[in-house]
């Protein structure tokens, strides 16, 4: 069984930083592209950063130069450092990926659980 664990979130200043974390764990055959998305109450959810197995990256714009996601592919973990963070970021966060299990021949999309970040004085 394939699961996605975040952990990192927590409460910030306006203008301070986290890093979220997020660990695969399971039968996994190959880990594709994985990424970071948010959603905030009454918003829809919204791709923060991805970045493929070649760590080509992808941001949104309200995030570029903020921002900065990474991987560990021996380690099977994704990371998101979030600077400078404003009163616009607050929102549960959740790590996505796409994976192939093993013995399965497919890959899937999977998402963690959600961690919270908050940014408040």
């Known amino acids: 069984q394939v699961q996605l664990v975040e952990s990192g979130g927590g409460l910030v200043q306006p203008g301070g930083a986290l890093r979220l974390a997020c660990a695969a764990s399971?039968?996994?055959?190959?880990?594709?592209?994985m990424g970071w998305y948010r959603q905030a109450p009454g918003k829809q959810r919204e791709l923060v950063a991805a970045?493929?197995?070649?760590?080509?990256?992808n941001y949104a714009d309200s995030v570029k130069g903020r921002f900065t996601i990474s991987r560990d592919n021996a380690k099977t973990t994704v990371d998101l450092r979030m600077d400078s963070l404003k009163p616009d970021d607050p929102a549960a966060y959740y790590c996505?990926?796409?994976?192939?299990?093993?013995?399965?021949?497919?890959?899937?999309?999977?998402w963690g659980q959600g961690t919270q970040v908050t940014v408040s004085s």
């Open positions: 996505n990926a796409d994976i192939e299990p093993l013995r399965t021949m497919f890959r899937r999309n999977y």
């Open positions: 399971g039968s996994i055959f190959h880990i594709y592209t």
């Open positions: 970045i493929t197995t070649g760590e080509s990256t």
